[in-house]
């Protein structure tokens, strides 16, 4: 089972190299014409909100029922092929889409481990903590999850991410 992570701008060539069943998109409400297409042969969860940390008028928020919309997705993968996530610059939604993905599909595995991998992957990841507080709630982690996110803290700085891997064994 593996996550594929990287920003809009390599989201073809990892289509390319990787064949994931399956696209995760995270972009701002307003990048309609940035919206990547996906093959008949493959599933793609859009997701529009703003990459804020906390509530902002004017902003989209991360809210539950998109949470809950990402968890559905990734229930519904098999992991026969990898699942690619994506957002603008693949540093924060899409790096707390992988994390909160991670959590739910090793509900016994360790936060804290699962966040240090991810900063391992990805020296330069920060999870969005609106994105994995919501999700904390909804997976009963007892605000685990927010915790070791906030232990790695902000990643290197970066004006874009990288493709990478996110094993989930």
Known sequence: MTLLVCPLSQV???RTLHRPSHLVSLLAP???AAWPTFDVDGEHLRLAF???AERREGFTAPD???VARLLDFAAGWDAARPMLIHCWAGVSRSTAAAFVIACQRG???SERDIA???RAAAPYATPNPLVVSLADAVLGRAGRMSAAVAEIGR???TFEGALFE???R
């Open 166 to 168: 996110l094993p989930l």
């Open 107 to 109: 509900p016994t595995r």
């Open 116 to 118: 240090q991998a991810l």
């Open 12 to 14: 073809e060539t990892a």
């Open 64 to 66: 539950g029922a998109l």
């Open 30 to 32: 307003a990048a309609d």
């Open 155 to 157: 990643g290197a700085n």
């Open 50 to 52: 703003h990459d804020i």
